[in-house]
């Protein structure tokens, strides 16, 4: 084709000649590369075979470049407590081992919350104690985000201490198609960060320090609770006091003393009412839930994947309904709560104010047989709850 392009019949042949060489010039080349990369090939395979045979090899290894449980939480500025209560209970040493761990870690302010705003602070604690509260939160297995069941509720996890933790992932509803919400919970607190990669394992960061009280009950918890006392001297004067040390489980919402006394409701005036003349389960029982399981957050869970604005269940042995429901805060994840009274499921029925738990810290009180949340005010008065 090159000759023939620069051929016509007034072309000199000279230019024809020249035209023809050099075209015979580019061949020859082409053809010698492509006998040189020919003879390379063969020689290159057994260069890279032999180099895989090199027992000093050696492969990058997964995490390798991560940093250790330990060292991460040591440098992060919001999970500086953790780390102190790491230190202090003997508990650091085992997290730099192999793992592979899940680290539950509450942020400082989770800490703040519940007293403790200097790591000095954990030095008022027995050590075994602290020690036991760090193993409760942190798993003996590798737990990611996507692990955790979508929509499970209460999915049980070990952890080191050898109890368990609750997960539950609320991610949407099955009716709608909307963007998932996708919040993590472990024993109702909240997931703020997740995934945190480690050279050993996995880091959650919580909003919320868990509490359980090991070997106990919700009857045995609240007889040690000074400040729920007359609380307890109405659950024992209508009869609803023996069963909490049962099976259960129990979720019980369990008001201050001061929260009585602001009504003019002590323990010398419980004592001194004629229990015929009143609705028991109204007046008392309505702020227990009998074989219910429910952290603070499962309320929420349940109004995500069941689009409902609330959790409705009849009062023992009566024809009253309780109602409650959580909210979450956008910026903190704490949830709050609410429970109202109401005197049948549908309209038409009688409301009453109810009360609200709004300490998130005060919340999910972990026993054996069930868990006890504290309740910011009264269901209802004792004339509300008189027989007619």
Request: glycine share 6%; net charge neutral.
């Amino acid at each position: 084709m090159f000759t023939s392009l620069l051929y016509n019949e007034n072309t000199p042949l000279r230019f024809i000649n020249s035209a023809d060489h050099i075209l015979n010039i580019i061949q020859m080349d082409i053809i010698k590369s492509i006998k040189n990369l020919l003879l390379f090939i063969p020689a290159l395979t057994l260069l890279l075979l032999g180099s895989c045979k090199h027992e000093d090899l050696q492969i990058t290894k997964e995490n390798e470049n991560f940093r250790l449980a330990t060292d991460f939480i040591k440098n992060n500025y919001e999970l500086t407590l953790f780390s102190a209560a790491l230190e202090k209970s003997g508990m650091a040493e085992q997290l730099r081992g192999k793992g592979p761990f899940t680290l539950l870690v509450p942020n400082n302010t989770a800490f703040n919350e519940i007293g403790i705003h200097t790591a000095a602070d954990f030095n008022k604690m027995n050590t075994d104690s602290l020690k036991e509260l760090v193993k409760r939160h942190i798993l003996d297995q590798r737990l990611l985000f996507n692990d955790v069941p979508v929509n499970g509720v209460d999915i049980r996890y070990h952890t080191l201490a050898g109890t368990e933790v609750y997960a539950s992932l609320a991610s949407y509803s099955p009716n709608n198609n909307g963007y998932p919400a996708n919040y993590l919970y472990f024993n109702g607190s909240s997931v703020t960060r997740n995934n945190v990669t480690v050279a050993n394992g996995v880091i959650h960061v919580l909003n919320k320090v868990m509490k359980y009280t090991p070997a106990s009950t919700v009857q045995s918890w609240l007889a040690k609770s000074p400040q729920y006392s007359i609380f307890v001297s109405g659950l024992k004067k209508f009869g609803l006091w023996d069963k909490l040390s049962g099976t259960g489980p129990f979720t019980v919402f369990a008001p201050q003393n001061k929260i009585f006394e602001a009504s003019n409701i002590t323990a010398a005036s419980i004592a001194g009412m004629d229990t015929a003349a009143y609705v028991g389960e109204r007046l008392f029982g309505s702020y227990i839930l009998n074989n219910k399981h429910f952290f603070i957050s499962d309320f929420n869970v349940f109004s995500i994947i069941n689009l409902e604005s609330g959790y409705t269940k009849q009062l023992n042995n009566d024809t009253w309904y309780m109602t409650i429901g959580s909210v979450r805060d956008y910026y903190t994840a704490a949830l709050t709560y609410s429970v109202s009274l109401r005197t049948a499921f549908d309209y038409p029925y009688d409301s009453y104010p109810g009360a609200s738990g709004l300490l998130p810290a005060l919340t999910d009180n972990l026993t054996d047989n069930g868990l006890v949340h504290d309740i910011q005010g009264l269901l209802l008065l004792p004339q509300q709850a008189l027989k007619h």
